[in-house]
């Protein structure tokens, strides 16, 4: 394992001082075999993007004939762009090493898809953000034409995209676009974050040279320094042996985003450590792994699991990502003197900052000088993380949280994509160990109510082609209002998830924060068992709909062999109490509640 | 009048007065009397202000309590952000003289409302977007709260925001909130641009004195400069002079934003000059006016009324906005020479421009000064802007655009609301001579489809408040699906317009501009007259709707008493074909579409 990512690192390296030269050698050369708009589609296809979402608007139309006419590449038109970044967002989670692509038109579509993006940025997702905007010449002489903001300012829109982008391009002179769209490319697959590229109209067919894109982009980061990288792990070493290998692993969203898996499960093989995880980091490791406890979430986390993980003489966090959803509002009882962090350019050790030592290439060395504890390490003991099974014949037939999510639980199956709304389903899922295989995608950190739909579309055209199996979305009814129209493309392209629908009359979360019985949060009573055909009815398609207002009703409808075969899509109405959450909610929700100080 | 008008303007001067000395003797007085909260709905109030649009968040739940308490406003829940914007705008645009209101949350929130806002600076049109942030507390510590971009950035938003609205408060110290919020919103009334501010969740319920309120905020323009005044007056009447009083005039979408629709009547009315409209312009002055002449769109305009128009000896244009869509595409054919603009800050003549002039003022006087021009001026010919009744007896049963817009016209009643959607709706339209008192809605210069929906909504509530009758929305099926879900507000509160879809299968407009048969100008064909029962059946409100192929059935339909009566909201879904468009539409994307160069 070491050799193999050694190998790929050092490749990665030579490609990248291989295009370094590239750059150096620049030549204004006016032969050009590739457009500048196939050129960006080849950097996209060899980065294994099959699906680009989005809308048509008359600034990109030229660029979306291309996309059209590509042998690899298909166009998902969406209803609108918020819903197509969060596509992009949900493709880019599920195919891990590739990235999620948002096409959109200057002005009026890229705003509209602002929050997507942001939302990208926020929770480390590479998204490229592609937008059509007026020609060369219409940028310098800046009339008013229409998705202007009238007063002549075309670099308005760029500037508020720089907030959430960590690199832009603006391709606006034909011997500089290869370089460009190379580096905003590597930018984001290397650093997990959205990018921005502007390509005029006038600049899709202008012709360039070809040559670059025989060297391929790497999302390998940068080496570690071997001096620095030694100093670092003697000196975890030499605290591990100080702590006699009692050490607790923490695995933490970063681990998903930078592309560690493969390095984190080998070190836990290898080493045996007793291994938990954050709400962010769920499905980071299987959750049936044997060393696994399940989640910690400081004050939020169930008492045995909060007294394993702070007892230990050393925590050892993989990519942790410190917001208050993730940690029980900051709630975290590790010292700093007991604590390590990996992160993707950084190490911490104790109080010691380490720059530029990153864990992709920390690990493997991590894993070769921590091996030989495994025969203590395996010893610490680990509560199992295990479904609690329900009695749907208790007293109570209405379906709370306590009875659903452990029901749901046992429906789940190897490889299934389980993607959750903010919400009562983001808190609601974290008690149900999921199995091998299996995927959750979940936006804790940006928290947009809304997102998990346009998200599982995109989770659901990159779920068939990284062979998981079902595709599985939890939202409630609130939520599903502000971005219903993205079940459309869905029937449209036969992608076949199975969405519940929570219907718990209104925004439940924010009852439990404030406002429990206010009229602003109720929310319509919409026919849901409606919707699939009003939107699919014509298209003659496939789909299916479902009501369950009692235990038996849900479990009677989860052991029907051909709702769980999820051979179309198929939606069910989860009628629940609106005052009813998951315990982790309410108590998330109260220490929010606090922090906002509303009270007079 | 000018009397009137004269004793307005010394008001409003009066009272910015006040307000400047309250301002300097602004003490850090202990006494508090009013909570910021309720200042802001009392401003509001005072503004006119009934309704306010935007969905609960965390952080502006403790505002929204006071929404649901106050007396005169009612909060609107919207399905999304993005809507509730076009919902604020919507309502401002019918309700003059007053401001749409849009309340977020922060980060996710407000950012999917960007669109709608920057719409709102372009169109100018008076918005306030108010958005609850975290505590004073968070802000200063910036921890990683949800909704925050994970890096401590809590200025991000604030921004991005800054480049789409005119005035940012950000109310942080109570000493200077009630300052800062009368100065964003007098901005936002003089200015007609939207305006940002942010409400931490610890400042809503902090007492302060309410003094200032007993001072209103004033939407007048500082007075004209009195001698420069003079020296423009004398020189437009030399022009006009020297023109032989050959004038006509052509009235733009500023005459409406700024409020001076009356002072136009009345120019009009007195001097007898034959008038003429932008596409924006439309509705400024009654379409049924026996000086009015239609509609001026450079080469697009009607061969006749393009002669009358450019062969003036003088153009005065009033409040006018030179975007590609309201101009033919920059294809006016006025010398400089020839053309006198009017605006709310300054005014041109020929090649001179006068800062400071402002139109509000100018205007009564310049009545006085040219009324003497009436004998003269009322023997200028113009063609009468009449329907052109429609043959639904004619060969070809199908309904076509040169069918549709004139038979709808016999349908408009005196003080309609007509919201027409960008493409070929906003073309469609502007043949029709819509009736007294009538008001059409649309947003031509931004163009972000899907905004007539939540515009409607918005309309809907205004409209019922200012006298006027029934909402008429025009929107295709394309643009319709992008923001479906704001139809539920519509029945939730009992609106009652009528939504015409017209479905041609596709985005018909961008088919014109490029990409004529390309399926990413598909949009899937829904049952579009199962919506209203899918959001509203549970409801127990009253909803139709309707499916018209032929131009016999559009016709029955139309002559249905009950259906013109609109008791209730009601659904049409117009059957088109795909490659049909308003003759304007067809030029103007012809042109649009050789601007932006695609061809390789």
Not at 57 to 72: A, M, S, V
Not at 236 to 251: K, M, S
Not at 397 to 426: C, Y
Not at 435 to 451: C, D, F, M, R, T
Request: charged content about 20%; some cysteine.
């Amino acid at each position: 394992m070491p050799y193999k990512q050694a190998v790929d690192a050092l490749k990665g390296e030579v490609d990248r001082l291989k295009l370094e030269i590239t750059n150096l050698q620049v030549t204004h050369s006016a032969v050009g075999n590739i457009t500048i708009g196939n050129y960006i589609l080849t950097r996209l296809a060899q980065l294994k993007v099959t699906k680009m979402f989005g809308l048509p608007g008359d600034f990109n139309l030229g660029f979306l004939d291309l996309i059209e006419e590509h042998p690899d590449i298909d166009w998902v038109g969406d209803c609108n762009e918020l819903n197509a970044a969060y596509a992009a967002d949900g493709y880019a989670r599920v195919k891990q090493n590739s990235l999620g692509v948002v096409v959109t038109t200057f002005g009026v579509g890229e705003l509209s898809a602002m929050n997507g993006i942001a939302g990208a940025f926020s929770e480390m997702v590479p998204v490229l953000h592609l937008v059509g905007v007026p020609s060369t010449t219409q940028q310098k002489n800046r009339p008013i034409l229409h998705h202007t903001l009238g007063d002549g300012r075309y670099d308005a829109y760029t500037i508020a995209s720089k907030q959430f982008t960590i690199s832009q391009a603006q391709l606006m002179d034909k011997h500089e676009a290869a370089h460009q769209i190379d580096h905003v490319l590597v930018q984001c697959i290397t650093r997990a974050r959205p990018v921005y590229m502007t390509l005029p109209t006038d600049m899709v067919h202008q012709e360039i040279s070809g040559e670059r894109l025989k060297i391929p982009l790497t999302r390998h980061p940068a080496t570690n320094d071997p001096q620095t990288e030694e100093f670092v792990l003697d000196l975890i070493q030499e605290r591990v042996q100080q702590a006699g290998g009692d050490i607790a692993i923490l695995v933490d969203a970063c681990v998903i985003r930078f592309d560690v898996q493969e390095e984190v499960k080998e070190f836990l093989k290898q080493t045996g450590f007793p291994v938990y995880s954050t709400p962010m980091g769920k499905t980071a490791i299987d959750e049936g792994y044997n060393r696994y406890g399940g989640i910690y979430i400081g004050t939020i986390t169930h008492p045995l699991v909060k007294q394993r993980v702070e007892s230990a003489k050393l925590l050892l966090s993989i990519g942790s990502l410190k917001s208050d959803f993730n940690t029980g509002n900051f709630s975290y009882n590790i010292p700093t003197r007991h604590h390590i962090e990996l992160h993707s350019d950084h190490t911490r050790v104790q109080y010691g900052l380490f720059s530029g030592i990153g864990m992709k290439q920390l690990l493997p060395k991590l894993t070769e000088r921590l091996q030989h504890w495994y025969p203590t390490a395996i010893k610490l003991p680990v509560e199992p993380f295990v479904n609690v099974v329900p009695n749907a014949q208790a007293d109570i037939p209405m379906i709370t949280h306590a009875h659903f999510w452990p029901r749901v639980g046992q429906f789940f199956l190897p490889k299934d994509v389980i993607v959750t709304e903010t919400g009562t389903s983001n808190f609601g899922i974290l008690d149900v160990p999921l199995p091998e295989g299996a995927k959750l995608v979940s936006q804790i950190l940006w928290g947009s109510i809304g997102w998990s739909v346009g998200s599982a579309l995109g989770a659901a055209f990159a779920a068939r082609e990284v062979g998981k199996e079902r595709v599985i979305l939890f939202v409630g009814e609130g939520s599903l209002q502000l971005t219903v129209q993205e079940l459309s493309p869905m029937i449209r392209h036969d992608l076949k998830p199975i969405i519940f629908v929570l219907n718990n009359s209104g925004y439940t979360i924010e009852r439990y924060i404030h406002g429990r019985t206010r009229k602003y949060n109720d929310v319509d009573n919409w026919k849901w068992t409606s919707i699939l055909d009003t939107f699919g009815a014509n298209l003659g398609k496939k789909y299916q709909s479902y009501m369950v207002e009692t235990r038996a009703e849900l479990d009677k409808l989860l052991n029907t062999p051909g709702f769980g075969a999820a051979d179309k899509i198929q939606l069910v109405e989860v009628m629940m109490p609106a005052l009813d959450a998951p315990q982790a909610l309410e108590r998330q929700a109260e220490l929010t509640g606090k922090g906002n100080t509303y009270a007079p």
